[in-house]
């Protein structure tokens, strides 16, 4: 029996210390009681076919929030044919409004003296044009568009001026309205777009500057002065001009990231194409994109020594804090674009019993669904969120020393009494009757 009792007090120790050693994660659902009254996102997209020149980020939520083209804290990259980083776009800027030119004149008054801008209107007279001329400047351009109307008497002076100086540049408008088909193949993303061609070859990027005569003419001039230094040169000297004088391809890509602080109540914050001083073609406008990331709060994975070590002692099951990154939301067709609903959850990490082993996360759940809009209506990328007013605690329990101890005391002196009386009892059972 002793040795019964030193075997099982032995077992109960070696369970009940492996007990104290390990813990439990627990999970308990309350009502959020955090008096912050903002929540930050944290965002990176890539869009594969839409020009960081026309991309903007807006905020609206049900508190009246509206904010339009938000940059503080958003960083823009135009990618490569690879989708590689190229070329910083800018952070914390605007959008400059380009100078138009007030005229005397109506266009139908300058006309009286000639036509000066030829009109392509078909793709072959469009490709023969350009194809005849040395170099060619050619806008693109909608009926219905206002910075086009503004832009036509400007262009005609341009025209006219081309002319009387004998520069060998032809000069034309294209109507994308009638001429949807060509425009589509040339990606003419918004309206008007300025495109100059060097032997049928176009020479991106496209014309950006002030649209009067004067800054037109002086673009037209320079691009002349660099073909003229082009002959003349050779050899190497020759290879770098035609670099400039070609420019470097153009890819639409775009990636956006940064941080955005939007109020603790349903909205959403949407990336749309637009510009100050273009009309956006709706049937260009491509909003296929990768989330590259999308968290709320404090983005846990790059933060401090102490997050990580607060989410090592965590499951995968209660780390949803980016469920869609790296995931790609593609359109196939026009006017069609993806919006995002989230469903946001303060998450509360009650790692020990210290502060420095408390954290508050948001976890999210998102779901989508491909949009349609009207040919006329730009169509944007939507990330519609809500954060639930409950909130998922998630702690570890374990046993407390002294509970340790006081299991300690109750496996030796229990084992003892029990075996204690199964020995007595076994005694007055079997204990041989004297005569």
């Known amino acids: 029996m002793s040795l019964l009792a030193l075997l099982t007090m032995v077992v109960l120790?070696?369970?009940?210390?492996?007990?104290?050693?390990?813990?439990?994660?627990?999970?308990?659902?309350?009502?959020?009681?955090?008096?912050?009254?903002?929540?930050?996102?944290?965002?990176?997209?890539?869009?594969m076919d839409s020009h960081c020149d026309y991309l903007d980020v807006d905020v609206v939520d049900d508190l009246g929030t509206n904010r339009r083209d938000v940059t503080k804290n958003v960083e823009k990259w135009q990618l490569d044919d690879e989708g590689k980083k190229r070329i910083f776009n800018g952070r914390n800027r605007e959008q400059r409004l380009l100078k138009d030119q007030d005229h005397a004149q109506t266009l139908e008054e300058m006309h009286e003296n000639g036509v000066h801008v030829a009109v392509l209107d078909t793709k072959?007279?469009?490709?023969?044009?350009?194809?005849?001329n040395p170099m060619s400047f050619i806008n693109f351009y909608a009926p219905w568009c206002i910075w086009c109307q503004r832009l036509h008497p400007t262009w005609e002076k341009f025209a006219e001026k081309v002319e009387a100086e004998r520069l060998p540049v032809g000069v034309a408008n294209v109507d994308c309205v009638s001429n949807n088909?060509?425009?589509?193949?040339?990606?003419?993303?918004?309206?008007?777009?300025?495109?100059?061609?060097?032997?049928?070859?176009?020479?991106?990027?496209?014309?950006k500057q002030d649209r009067t005569v004067d800054s037109i003419y002086g673009?037209?001039?320079?691009?002349?002065?660099?073909?003229?230094?082009?002959?003349?040169?050779?050899?190497?000297?020759?290879?770098?001009?035609?670099?400039?004088?070609?420019?470097?391809?153009?890819?639409?890509?775009?990636?956006?990231s940064g941080q955005l602080m939007v109020n603790r109540v349903?909205?959403?914050?949407?990336?749309?194409?637009?510009?100050?001083?273009?009309?956006?073609?709706?049937?260009?406008?491509?909003?296929?994109?990768?989330?590259?990331?999308?968290?709320?709060?404090?983005?846990?994975?790059?933060?401090?020594?102490?997050?990580?070590?607060?989410?090592?002692?965590?499951?995968?099951?209660?780390?949803?804090?980016?469920?869609?990154d790296d995931k790609t939301f593609l359109t196939k067709e026009f006017h069609q674009a993806y919006h995002h609903y989230i469903k946001?959850?303060?998450?509360?990490?009650?790692?020990?019993?210290?502060?420095?082993?408390?954290?508050?996360?948001?976890?999210?759940?998102?779901?989508?669904?491909?949009?349609?809009?009207?040919?006329?209506?730009?169509?944007?990328?939507?990330?519609?969120?809500?954060?639930?007013?409950?909130?998922v605690v998630v702690s570890k329990e374990g046993i407390k020393w002294y509970d340790y101890l006081t299991s300690l005391c109750a496996i030796i002196g229990g084992t003892f009494t029990t075996l204690g009386l199964i020995d007595a009892t076994l005694y007055s059972v079997l204990k041989v009757k004297k005569l």
């Open 13 to 47: 120790f070696f369970n009940e210390s492996l007990a104290f050693t390990r813990s439990s994660i627990e999970t308990s659902i309350t009502l959020d009681d955090s008096m912050v009254k903002q929540i930050k996102i944290n965002f990176n997209v890539t869009f």
């Open 266 to 324: 349903p909205g959403n914050f949407h990336i749309i194409t637009s510009s100050k001083n273009h009309n956006i073609n709706p049937s260009m406008t491509n909003l296929t994109h990768t989330v590259n990331h999308l968290s709320f709060g404090e983005n846990v994975y790059y933060s401090t020594r102490r997050y990580r070590r607060i989410l090592n002692q965590v499951t995968d099951d209660h780390k949803q804090f980016s469920p869609i």
């Open 219 to 256: 673009f037209a001039k320079r691009k002349i002065e660099m073909d003229e230094r082009y002959k003349n040169w050779e050899g190497e000297r020759k290879e770098t001009l035609d670099s400039m004088r070609l420019g470097r391809p153009v890819h639409p890509g775009c990636q956006i």
């Open 124 to 132: 072959e007279h469009f490709q023969e044009f350009v194809k005849r």
């Open 344 to 391: 946001v959850v303060s998450t509360k990490l009650h790692m020990g019993r210290r502060s420095s082993d408390k954290l508050t996360t948001y976890q999210f759940l998102e779901q989508n669904q491909i949009v349609k809009y009207t040919e006329s209506d730009v169509p944007e990328a939507r990330f519609a969120y809500d954060i639930s007013p409950m909130s």
């Open 181 to 207: 088909a060509l425009c589509r193949e040339l990606r003419i993303m918004a309206f008007p777009s300025l495109r100059w061609y060097t032997s049928g070859e176009p020479v991106q990027p496209d014309y």
